[in-house]
């Protein structure tokens, strides 16, 4: 499947919300961008038909395993 995004917003929010979530150029820019909240995180990948799912949460445990798979 192709990604055409990713977004990230707070894990409380419970829903997508394509106006207040900050959307990432790619997925090493989502990781980013949820470390920079002062909350749990999920990542939200948006595929080309615009049916966003959740991807994965960005904690400490998701970040350590980014590291190590995509060495950022």
Do not use: K
């Amino acid at each position: 499947m192709l990604f055409s995004s990713f977004a990230v917003q707070p894990t409380a929010w419970q829903s997508f919300d394509e106006h207040a979530c900050q959307w990432a150029t790619d997925i090493h820019h989502a990781y980013r961008l949820g470390q920079a909240w002062d909350e749990p995180c999920m990542i939200w990948a948006v595929p080309h038909n615009g049916n966003a799912y959740r991807w994965c949460r960005c904690d400490e445990n998701t970040n350590a395993i980014a590291d190590t798979v995509f060495g950022r």
